[in-house]
């Protein structure tokens, strides 16, 4: 078997490598991912909306393998573990160079300035401090809102206010509401990966991002190889497909489907078989890991 060159898998985390949506899971499709990430030539980064604290949250919660690397704050924040020999205490590292790249685009206000200037808006309901940041503002907002005059109105305000901002839409499906979240435009999970590229001198080629929802559309509609694994809503979907259509890269995204050793699509699996598709011969190196787990000792 031919040794596997360096892979740079990026994962969002919630209802992508997280199994907490509506759909079923196949049972062995963390374990499989685990086993799969624990090759040397494989650097795993979360990029995930939850801040640093609720990222170690889920990875102990669900049993996940550690990271390389956390982008974390929907793409404003990037941590490192202060050993990169060993993840075993915890200690992680915020990258103030990413800060320094992206806090321009807010004019020197920060999240509290911010949120003051939507004050008013009583249809914006903010969301819990622990899933707030310094460049992140971060809402709940009722299905029935008008979000295209929402969305004018808010940047409309922080025009005016000198403040460049993404407005990032998605969807909890379980609570049936948007979330909104107010970034920097320099800051997404896409930016933050490309940084993280750059930074490692990694081969573009040879990284891929999986997510699920809204906030994953700007990364899965870039020049990056994108999976969307199976149990994304069909409206993501749809406003993907539209969106590597209207870049012609219709050869970086891909939709998990399901079938893979058996598997379901969703999820973890979902993740596995974007690799496998963008990069067969790890679908080698997959098969020999469960062989040598399901061996006796």
Not at 44 to 61: C, K, N, P, Q, T
Not at 65 to 85: E, F, H, K, L, N
Not at 120 to 147: C, H, M
Request: net charge negative.
């Amino acid at each position: 078997m031919n040794e596997l060159a360096p892979i740079l898998l990026c994962c969002d985390l919630d209802r992508t490598l997280i199994p907490n949506g509506r759909a079923e899971e196949s049972a062995e499709a963390r374990p499989r991912l685990a086993r799969f990430c624990a090759h040397p030539a494989v650097q795993l980064v979360f990029v995930s909306g939850r801040d640093l604290h609720l990222v170690l949250e889920g990875i102990d919660e669900w049993s996940l393998p550690q990271p390389d690397y956390i982008i974390g704050d929907v793409g404003t924040t990037i941590y490192a573990p202060r050993s990169q020999a060993g993840h075993g205490d915890g200690d992680w590292i915020h990258w103030p160079a990413w800060t320094d790249r992206i806090a321009p685009d807010w004019n020197g206000l920060t999240h509290d300035d911010v949120t003051e200037i939507f004050s008013d808006i009583t249809v914006l309901r903010p969301q819990e401090v622990a899933k707030q940041g310094s460049f992140k503002a971060s809402y709940y907002v009722d299905r029935q809102a008008n979000q295209e005059v929402l969305d004018a109105e808010l940047h409309g305000r922080l025009w005016r206010n000198g403040v460049d901002a993404r407005l990032v839409w998605s969807l909890d499906e379980a609570a049936d509401l948007l979330l909104l979240d107010v970034l920097p435009t320099s800051a997404s999970k896409l930016h933050a990966i490309e940084f993280l590229i750059q930074y490692l001198a990694f081969d573009e080629g040879r990284a891929m991002f999986a997510g699920d929802s809204g906030n994953d559309l700007h990364a899965l509609g870039s020049n990056i190889n994108g999976t969307l694994v199976a149990n994304a809503e069909p409206a993501v979907k749809a406003r993907a497909r539209e969106l590597v259509s209207a870049g012609a890269l219709e050869d970086t995204l891909y939709l998990a489907h399901g079938g893979l050793f058996g598997m379901n699509g969703n999820y973890a699996a979902g993740v596995l078989e974007g690799m496998v598709h963008y990069l067969p011969e790890t679908r080698e190196h997959m098969m020999l890991a469960a062989d040598s787990a399901e061996a006796p000792g």
